[in-house]
C-alpha cells in the first residue's frame, strides 16, 4: 500500500514570496490533515479536511495560509506572502474515517526555509 | 484546552538497556493517547495507541505504553533498546472539541550509546 505523498521534499524561497505544498494522501482515506512542525517543536495542526470539506481550520493563520482539497483526494497547501517564521517542515497526514482514535498517516513532509 | 507535556528533552541509553519516556497531558474527558516516532528524513510512525480497556498497551518495535489516570501520565517503555531505536519520539492527545487533530508534545530526542 502505497503511503502518503508530498512534494516538493525541500524548498527554499526569499520572504515576501509565495509557495504551495502538495498532498497526496492513502488511497480511500475521507480525512486530510495539515501539520506545521518548526524545529525543535511537535507538529502542530493547520487544519483538516473530511473528504473536501474543512473540519477545523483554526489554527491557520489566514491571511496568509490557504488549503484546498477540490475533489476530495489531493489537497494544495499555500503561503503567501511567506515570512521568516513560516520555515518549518510541513506535514500532511491522512486517516480513513477521521475518528479521533483512526490511525494517522504521516507523510515525509516538505521543508521549507524562508530567508 | 488540550496539552501534552514531555518533560526530557534529550535522553542518553546504552544499547542493551532498558528505556521510559515520560508524558503528561491535561484534557477535559477521556483521552485518546498516541506514541509517535520520527526517525531522521522519515515521516511519523505509530508506536501505539491508548482509548479505553487494559491501560497497558502493547505497540510496534517491542515498545509498551501505561495510561494513569490518577498521575495524568502515558510513559512509554521498552525493556531493551537497540541502536535502531535512535530518534526523536512524539506523545499526542486527539479527540478534542469534534475535531479530530493531534496535539503533540515537543518530544524527546532518544540517545543510543554503545
Known amino acids: 500500500e502505497a503511503g502518503v505523498a508530498q512534494s516538493p521534499r525541500y524548498k527554499i524561497i526569499e520572504k515576501r514570496q509565495s509557495v504551495a505544498f502538495w498532498c497526496n494522501p492513502i488511497s480511500g482515506h475521507a480525512t486530510l490533515y495539515w501539520y506545521q512542525q518548526i524545529l525543535g517543536q511537535g507538529p502542530k495542526l493547520l487544519i483538516q479536511?473530511?473528504?473536501?470539506?474543512?473540519?477545523?481550520d483554526s489554527q491557520l493563520p489566514k491571511d496568509r495560509f490557504s488549503a484546498e482539497r477540490l475533489k476530495g483526494v489531493d489537497s494544495t497547501l499555500k503561503i503567501q506572502p511567506a515570512k521568516l517564521e513560516d520555515s518549518a517542515v510541513y506535514l500532511c497526514a491522512s486517516s480513513l474515517t477521521g475518528g479521533p482514535y483512526d490511525t494517522q498517516y504521516f507523510g515525509p513532509g516538505t521543508r521549507l526555509t524562508v530567508l | 484546552a488540550q496539552s501534552v507535556t514531555q518533560p526530557d528533552i534529550h535522553i542518553t541509553v546504552s544499547e542493551g538497556a532498558s528505556l521510559e519516556l515520560r508524558c503528561n497531558y491535561s484534557?477535559?474527558?477521556?483521552?485518546?493517547l498516541f506514541w509517535y516516532v520520527q526517525s531522521p528524513g522519515q515521516g511519523l510512525q505509530l508506536l501505539l495507541k491508548?482509548?479505553?480497556?487494559?491501560?497497558l498497551v502493547q505497540g510496534i518495535k517491542g515498545f509498551e505504553a501505561e495510561f494513569k489516570r490518577s498521575q495524568s501520565s502515558f510513559n512509554l517503555r521498552k525493556p531493551s533498546v537497540h541502536w535502531s531505536d535512535a530518534a526523536e519520539y512524539f506523545c499526542?492527545?486527539?479527540?478534542?472539541?469534534?475535531?479530530?487533530?493531534?496535539?503533540f508534545g515537543k518530544g524527546t530526542h532518544l540517545i543510543i550509546q554503545p
Open positions: 491508548y482509548f479505553s480497556g487494559d491501560t
Open positions: 479536511f473530511q473528504n473536501n470539506g474543512v473540519v477545523d
Open positions: 484534557y477535559g474527558a477521556t483521552p485518546y
Open positions: 499526542a492527545v486527539g479527540g478534542g472539541g469534534g475535531a479530530d487533530g493531534l496535539t
